[in-house]
């Protein structure tokens, strides 16, 4: 499952996954940050916990990227209790 967590005023969404358990154990978050397009979206995807970009499709600047990634270095641990608890609501 996908939560949203806030808009920015050019309507890019910041959205975190569920926990996802690896056949290896290993606990992983994915972070989107998507903004609509004429034709479709701008998508930028990191992994938690190595912080690696695994998608950037679309037009965000290298600006953005880098304060995208600011975002996902400060609120790692906020996002893992989210997707922890199952949204924000609960959390």
Known sequence: ????????????????????????????????FERPTE????????????????ENDGKYTEEEVKLFKKVVEQGAAHFYEIAREGGLESA
């Not at 920015?8 to 910041?14: G, M, Q, S, V």
């Not at 034709?39 to 695994?54: A, H, R, V």
């Open 39 to 54: 034709n479709g979206f701008d998508t930028l995807i990191f992994e938690l916990p190595s912080y690696k970009i695994i």
């Open 1 to 32: 499952m996908m939560h949203t967590l806030c808009k920015y005023a050019d309507e890019t969404e910041l959205v975190i996954s569920d926990i996802i358990t690896r056949d290896n154990g290993d606990e992983i978050i994915k972070v989107v």
